[in-house]
């Protein structure tokens, strides 16, 4: 294998360690640090607060009726689904934003859960290499990219009460837009400079939203992908990063396969 690509791969490894499944982060507790910065949490929003007002409340899930809905191996073709580790799973408390406004964005990015859910569960869920390197009569750059076209996708499930799913998916929205320009995020004592964030299309659920983030590496830009749905009182996260466009600098695809298999659970 080619030098730079040997030193991309170290670099994208290190950043999926930082970035999605930061190690040893401590407790998988919903309870927020006191010195979390107030936009890490969800906060209420005007848009469509009337909106079924004489409505009965919505269901929340318990904890085992969150975990009976979420992925599991099966699930997606292609793709291998196993529970979040205690080395796959981090904190809110540790993970901060330059910018309070775009703690809410740093948190789910990072695969933490937003605000304080009345239950949640996480899988980690990677995708196998669509083609065999091994096989046909690809360059030195294709065969690499072949190897390491693996997406792995931190998906979060948080049951919240009240309109807590709405204003979450809410207040994410406006952080991707009032962040959109950068920060920086601190997560384990590491720094990651977000360049730019970018909207993505993508359906699912009662609602949902997808963006690509721009995170700037010593080698140049990589990409990661953030999408949310909310179905009724539960709100599903997916942070994804693919390990050869980590270490190309190129973009991929939204792990559009997950969302889809969980959108439908959720259904």
């Not at 396969?257 to 959720?266: E, G, N, P, R």
Request: charged fraction near 25%; hydrophobic fraction near 45%.
């Amino acid at each position: 294998m080619r030098p730079t690509a040997i030193r991309r791969t170290a670099v994208a490894a290190t950043v999926m360690s930082l970035a999605l499944f930061t190690a040893a982060c401590g407790s998988d507790g919903d309870d927020k640090d006191s010195g979390k910065a107030a936009g890490s949490s969800a906060q209420p929003s005007d848009k469509g607060a009337d909106k079924g007002a004489d409505q009965p409340a919505a269901k929340v899930l318990t904890a085992a009726e969150l975990e009976a809905v979420s992925l599991k191996q099966g699930d997606v073709a292609g793709h291998k689904v196993t529970k979040a580790g205690a080395v796959d799973k981090i904190d809110a408390k540790d993970v901060t934003a330059d910018k309070a406004a775009c703690d809410i964005v740093a948190d789910l990015l990072m695969g933490a859960k937003a605000g304080a859910p009345a239950a949640s569960t996480q899988r980690k869920v990677i995708s196998e290499p669509k083609s065999d390197p091994a096989k046909g009569t690809e360059g030195l750059d294709e065969a690499f990219d072949a190897a390491f076209d693996i997406t792995t996708t931190m998906t979060t499930l948080a049951a919240y009460e009240g309109k807590g799913a709405e204003e979450t998916l809410a207040s994410l929205r406006t952080a991707a837009t009032d962040c959109a320009s950068g920060f920086t995020i601190t997560a384990a004592g590491e720094k990651q400079k977000v360049a730019k964030i970018e909207e993505a299309q993508v359906k699912g659920g009662e609602e949902a939203a997808a963006w690509t983030v721009t995170i700037k590496t010593d080698d140049g830009n990589m990409a990661l992908k953030l999408v949310a749905l909310r179905q009724g009182t539960t709100l599903a996260s997916f942070s994804a990063m693919n390990l050869a466009a980590a270490g190309s600098g190129k973009d991929f695809d939204l792990p559009t396969a997950v969302v889809d298999a969980q959108a439908k659970k959720l259904a």
